[in-house]
């Protein structure tokens, strides 16, 4: 159990410091949201005052990060200024939206990784090994921006995805079920792009664990006692080569949240991709960092889960 | 060996080439990146003849005119270091192209854009602001991760501690979050050359963790080693010991990172250009000339807008390429 | 035989090594060696001999000033090494060089022959470029080196070669003392015949004084003027070579004289 407090302990710790991190940053920004409202001739430097008093932007630096992560353990991530609006269920409604996409991508691209990893890895060599090789180093040159325009273009060309946002217009008037359908219709294209984008360093790192656990001895001894070789490679060589695996786990979730970004604004999705590029644009401090911020909770969250299932799968962890 | 070694030379020679294009834009772009031509918005590109209507074969390949702009068919050949628009290469003014048409015949490679400017030129001239960005950027992160790094992993304990518990808070964030985070704290509206400058820091600043890391660890059993040792044996100084026999062994992972770097901040500055975060109209970069592509009738009615894009693969192919090669090489070296 | 001044002294040396054991605060301490006294000589050959792990080779480094002792004193040349920060310590360095075991990771890899015998010059700021390259061919030839392979690199030279560059290197600055920690087990029977005929003829020369760390005491009792035992981190003997082995006082002396004069072959029998 020390091992896991000491993750946590560590998670936290990050958190903390990403916090400190990107308030101060926003604090160098010349000029916020007010700034260019005090350049419109209408409103008087009077108000603008006010209002700097009002959401607190006159205080020192130190108080308003204290207040403001006094408020955030409250659940109260400031007000967006160009929404008008209370920033947490902003997020919230962005980050569901987000942790869908992604987390179906995340599926979607381990469910594809894994048996083209394997059996590439189980006929390393062959024609069919090299092909997939070829294809996947395809893959990765081509820029996440550059596919996810492909797909874009795709999408207006064929017209058989709907783009833009995740519903359709009438959305409210669909029975559950068509609302359900209706939704997965328009993931489908971000999904499959984001698992595109994240197959590649996948696929190389499944064949290779696996290639390095079917080069053991055991695999051999258990090969010359004539186990089927489908049991060999599922029963056997799989969960030797898991370990890197859930570590690689842990690490693409980085780049996966990074590319969402990316889809999320290129295909419309409503994550929280399109609303950190908004709020800059908008000098929203609040909402950007709440964005930022989410971004790191999804990140160390995602190494939390590897950590546990590191710690679940491999006794040697839990015996330190 | 001999094999990735000749894979790295060529892709080296490749990409020196495509700098030594981009940098020298104004003499192989046939236009100025910002001539505008509103009457031939969205031309697709022009097709090159060596042969007209009438079957006649010529030397020299020509264009024809875009109609109603002059006599139909009136044929316009592609001349070879012609007299042009001006531009400025490194302080000297020219007028030197590498090929042009005589007006009114024009010549667009990759077609022109909804201003009817160049899409060629433009490309060429993107590439500096994109490469460029990419390359100082690199570097800039590389000097961080050499100093630090180095530090780190040579004086170890507190200097130690302090820089990876540092690098650690730039890891956990997604690294676009963090770049979109630290540009959000930069002003707006600023001329062209200062958001160059900012981007190429900004990039630079947040990248430094990943490859001081990997400086520090090289650093770390590096300094350990008997000749390392020897060398503080007869006096030599810490500065001595690092320029001489420490950091030279980080060599093989500095070139590695460097060419895994350069394109993820070419990327970047796309990223961040196409996103209108970046180097605006009329400045020409990889970003922005992808950003018209935003635009559903940009994208569905006019295919090569997309060039740009597509040649942005076989670029990035040489850079992983170099990259592949150089880690096949240092696998194969025993240090 | 009988010189006035010591070379190099120590009195009351030790060392110990803080560890911590991993992410927990327990602290403990490891004794490499401690309470060693030593009187080393113009031109004599002082072997150390004792079994692995007895600290002979931390001594070694200690000697050498390569790790800073947590007790005691060293005086070198008659003069006292009061602090162990490198500023104070360069300009003692030269007299004293150490030689390793293993020459292939104690040259680096990159450089030349001659640009890796010159270092200690560059570093001190001896002579000019021209001289320093010149002294370092010339050493090669002392050593028994051809100079035509000065611009080769490590690599290309046998484990015998590599350890005549780094005595070479060492003898660069023009020390007083070579400490050579276990110089010699990496190398083959004619290699190890070699070097020793090498040294010899070095120490005639410069009158050097070793300090020849080593586990095998047939092998020092052929050429060292006396030796000293370590045991545990203590020099539990030290006398002529002639007298230790007419006379060891030590049990553990015994010890290792009675079993065919191998610490190896005395540790395999204790396992046994």
Known sequence: ????????????????????????????????????????????????AGLRAEYGLDQPLVVRYAAWLRAILEGDFGVSLAYNSAVGPLLALRARNTILLTGTAMLLSWLLALPLGIWSAARRGTWGDRLGGFFISTLLTIPDLVLFLLLLLLAVRSGWFPTGSMVSGNFDELTTWNK????????????????????????????????????????????????????????YALPVAANPLISLFGFSIAGMLSASLLVEVILSWPGIGPLLVESILAKDVYVVIGTVMLSAVFLITGNLIADLMLFASDPRVRIE | MLSHRRKLECAACLLAAVYVVVLTAGFFAPYSFATQNREAA????????????????????????ADGRSEANARYPIHFFVRGAEYRLAGFRSQLHLFGVEAPGEVHLMGTDGYGRDQFSRFLYGGQISLLAGLLATLLSLSIAVVLGGFAGFYGGGIDELLMRGGELFLALPWLYLLFA?????????????????????????GWARPARLIRGVVLSAKQRNFVIAARGFGASDFYLLRRHVLPQAYGVILTQMTLLIPQYVLAEVTLSF?????????????????????????????????????????????????DALQEIQKSVPL | MLPVEALLRARGLSKQYVQRRAFSRTKYTVTAFEGVNLDLFRGETLALVGESGAGKSSLARCLALLDPPTGGNIELHGQELRRFDSSTLKPFRQNIQLIFQDPASALNPRLTACEIIAEPLVVQRIGSKIEQRERALHLMQQVGLDSSQAQKRPFEFSGGQRQRIAVARALAPNPSILVLDEALSNLDARNQDLLLRLLGDLQGAHALAYVFVAHDLSLVSRFADRIAVMYQGKIVELSE????????????????????????????????
């Open chain 1, 1 to 48: 159990m020390r091992y896991l407090a000491r993750r946590l302990a560590h998670a936290a710790l990050l958190l903390i410091g990403v916090s400190i991190f990107s308030f101060a940053l926003l604090q160098l920004a010349p000029g916020d949201y007010f700034s260019q409202l005090a350049l419109n001739p209408q409103i008087s430097a009077h108000t603008v």
């Open chain 1, 180 to 235: 359900v359908r209706d939704v997965l219709a328009h993931l489908i294209l971000p999904a499959f792009g984001l698992a595109l984008a994240a197959l590649p360093p996948l696929v190389r790192h499944v064949r290779s664990a696996m290639m390095e656990a079917l080069d053991a001895p055991f695999i051999r001894a258990a090969r010359a006692h004539g186990i089927r070789e489908r049991r060999v490679l599922l029963r």
């Open chain 2, 42 to 65: 969205f031309e697709p590109p022009t097709a090159i003849h060596f042969r007209d209507a009438q079957g006649n074969l010529y030397a020299h390949p020509f264009v024809y005119a």
């Open chain 2, 182 to 206: 630290v540009r959000a704290a930069l002003p707006l509206h600023i001329s062209q050359a200062q958001v160059f400058l900012l981007l190429v820091s900004v990039m630079g600043l947040i």
């Open chain 2, 275 to 323: 996103l209108g975060l970046g180097v605006g109209e009329p400045m020409a970069s990889w970003g922005t000339l992808l950003a018209s592509l935003q635009q559903y009738y940009v994208l569905s009615s006019y295919w090569w807008m997309f060039l740009p894009a597509l040649l942005l693969i076989p670029l990035f192919l040489v850079f992983y390429a170099a990259a």
């Open chain 3, 241 to 272: 070579t002639r007298e230790l082995f007419s006379a060891p006082a030590h049990a553990y002396t015994q010890e290792l004289l009675s079993g065919g004069q191998s610490v190896e072959k005395i540790l395999l029998a204790r396992s046994a």
